[in-house]
């Protein structure tokens, strides 16, 4: 078993991290220009970390597999960033933000880590002010706030609904300074294969120039993971079509641990599932709660009606219409946090109350707020989501309700990092949404912006001067060494097997077929029975994909078959151990619901006794069983209490 | 729903190219266009034939990756919509369809319907942000911006660097572009000190990577997926001037001092 230390400072927690900041080693600049850092990814985590670094006065290589930095997923973030601001003076502080994270993960965060977040946020928003993100701002030219997520304070900080562009915009220009000072060497149209390491630290890395095909090398003195999330494994989601687990999967691979990867969040406001072609899921940001109110039909009669087009909802009078979370929830409504909206909306279309043509659809009803405060009103506030839905849909909310479902949106789950993001491999870093630490079960509304531009800007220039000062002696590394050689002969052969498997079904057969798997006995609720299925299942999935994949076109040359096909075996490969971290976990928490695990009546069961702590798989070489390591969580701040909505 | 497609199909930057029909059929009215891409491709993996290549990534109009005329048109018919979150409602049922990748000396063709726009990345390099450091910052609020500057600056900054406005201008001008970013930070008190600077290293980048210059037709504009205003281009151009004057003005004190 490997002990798994955090290594935070033994001092009261609001003393931890300047006490790590006065304590920590630091690097002089002639030898930080000696010494290399790669960086992968180029969203808020990635941008932010490799424009530090490069400031900094570091060697700093960055990769993306876009054709530019500003495209990395992080984009596509609509809400908001929170911060401990109280520009609102409404009892907003550090201490509150951290616990309102800690509660909202559902217990399973570690206390050090929130609670450094917390404490940085205030700093994020002065920096991205400084850059020019165009925040939202009162008549006054001062910053403006909203409540997001069902919180009791204003700090969220928005820049309409485009706050991730805003905020992606303001660290791509960052590293774009960077790049152009001569800091920072940017490698676009890259994916990264594989994890270099040398003496057990991590070196260097494998990347395919997705353009001409080649096979390079890259080296460091040290590795930063911020690939981003996993959620593509589903198939289905609101990830971009090219996010993939790859990086931080070769990093597990060789021997990082990977955290709680059954932890994912699902969404409950997404556009739903049209029919068997689709590609991907578009969310509808989470803010119109605040307004809309979610109902199925009293009657499966009338549902069945719906289903096949034979009335409309504006049909069903108010008393045949069943406002569930206002019924269920009477406390919270229709802002419980997102985990419990998500399962109650598969519980109604699961029990026939569904509508659209699928059933797998629920209404979110904006006639109240329009009648109220008049159609002007809402369109100031959510126009633009009107008209994307609408452009989508081709069904206008303002006539007639929307139709919403649930969707897979985030992994909270990720490598595992101690209190430096360091993963269990001396030098390989993972910062953002790739990492396991600050969300615990399920994550806030507004807090991933915040997290990615914590670890990047502030976090990770202090922590890696620790482990860097101790590598000044230490000469650029060769990438003629045979782990590099060996490293590039596995990656070559992997590539080719995939290039010349004769088989006549195409990547996203397997892909599609994955996602059911995982979206019928891993998704919002899991049992003992579908999750062992499930290990079946996917082994039979992997062994059929390797006979009978086939992936056109040649290796060298633009290929997008052949990225995907590695993608995806790398995603077979990560659902099983999802499965198998879902199994283990007897309990019901945040995103993941035990069938087994549920209150009489059927509220999620958390069980502190035996499932505190952080679930850390190794891998212990292909066909066999991975081991699970525990990190023990110890709340010493915030005692655990059962969430309640009611 | 039945198209017929005539794709731009070229191997590499070298080969020449040209147009090649495709038939899809069965293609659902509610599917985007790149799911009836998605569908024409699984059809033409199964038949042994290379897949087209394009550039897609967020696929909710965000991003800015996609690109593609649609009929001699960047991003296809409609206003104020990207590629991605085109769909197949937006077409007549058997309709021929043109897709082809964007012209423009500076955009080159990688591969079938990609083209590679890093001469973005190279502009935005040359002065697309504010120099400041992560560290040592002033709290957020010590710095006032007027709501309705904020509000502009905002709407330059919606930019999504598609490429769209150089695609749609007879010149090849990436001046929409350009003065989305001058516009953006021109506009608010933390980007107006370095200004003059930024206007003149922008342009002079733009003008060396071999896009043309503005002649007012507009179609940047009609085109621009994310409604960026032409406004934003007699601002740079107010900039510049501004700039350049300001500049010769500093140098004939220096001189005379």
Known sequence: MINLNAGAPKVPLAEQWASYKAGCKLVNPNNKRKLDIIVVGTGLAGASAAATLGQLGYNVKAFCYQDTPRRAHSIAAQGGINAAK????????????????????DYRARESNVYRL???????????????????????????????????????????????????????SALSRQIAEGNVKLYNRRDILDVVLVDGRARGVIARNLVTGEIERHSAHAVVIASGGYGNVFYLSTNAMG??????????????????????????????????FQSKLTLMSESLRNDGRIWVPLDKEDAEKLRQKKIRPEDIPESKRDYY??????????????????????????????????????????????????????????????????????????????????????????????????????????????????????????????????DGYFVLPYTISGYLSGEIHTPPISTSLPEFDEAVRNVSDRLSRLKNNKGTESVDYFHRKLGKIMWEYCGMSRNEAGLKKAIGLIDDLKKEFEANVRVPGGLKEYNPELEKAWRVQDFIELGDLMVRDALQRRESCGGHFREESQT??????????????????????????????REELHFETVAPSQRSYK | MIFTLKIWRQKNAADKGGLVTYKVEDISADSSFFEMLDILNQQLIAQGVDPVAFDHDCREGICGTCSLY???????????VTTCQLHMRSFRNGETIFVEPWRCGAFPVIKDLIVDRSAFDKIIQSGGYVSVNSGGIPDANTIPVPKPDSDAAFDAAACIGCGACVASCPNASAMLFVSSKVSHLALLPQGRVEAERRVQKMVSTMDSLGFGNCSNTYACEAECPKEISVVNIARMNREYLAAKIFAEKEKQISFSL
């Open chain 1, 243 to 276: 996010s993939n687990v790859t990086p931080a999967w070769s990093a597990y691979k060789k021997g990082a641990l990977f955290a709680n990867p059954c932890f994912t969040q699902i969404h409950p406001t997404c556009i739903p599932v049209h029919g068997e």
């Open chain 1, 600 to 629: 009489p009546d059927h509220e999620a069961m958390r069980n502190d006794d035996e499932f505190a702590f952080v679930g850390a798989w190794q891998f212990k070489g292909s066909g066999s069983e991975p081991e699970l390591h």
């Open chain 1, 325 to 454: 979370l206002e019924r269920r929830y009477p406390a919270f409504g229709n802002l419980v946090p997102r985990d419990v909206a998500s399962r109650a909306a598969k519980e109604r279309c699961d029990a026939g109350y569904g509508v659209g043509t699928t059933g797998l659809a629920v209404y979110l009803d904006f006639g109240d707020a329009i009648r109220r405060l008049g159609q002007e009103a809402i369109a100031a506030r959510y126009g633009n989501l009107f008209q994307m839905y609408e452009q989508i849909v081709a069904d206008n909310p303002y006539k007639t309700p929307m139709m919403i479902y649930p969707a897979v949106h985030y992994t909270m789950g990720g490598l595992w990092v101690d209190y430096e993001l360091m993963t269990t491999v001396p030098g390989l870093y993972a910062i953002g949404e790739c990492n396991f630490s600050d969300h615990g079960a399920n994550r806030l509304g507004a807090s991933a912006l915040m997290q990615g531009l914590a």
């Open chain 1, 118 to 172: 917390a404490s940085i946020s205030p700093e994020i928003i002065d920096l991205c002010v400084a850059q020019g993100v165009p925040f939202a701002r009162e008549y006054g030219g001062l910053l403006a706030n909203r409540s997001f997520g069902g919180t009791q304070v204003s700090r969220t900080f928005y820049a309409r609904g485009q706050t991730g562009q805003q905020l992606l915009i303001g660290a791509y």
């Open chain 1, 86 to 105: 109280n520009y609102q003076n409404d009892g907003d502080n550090v201490y509150r933000l951290f616990y309102d994270t800690i509660k909202g993960g």
């Open chain 2, 70 to 80: 649609i009929n001699g048109r960047p991003h296809g018919p409609l206003k104020g």
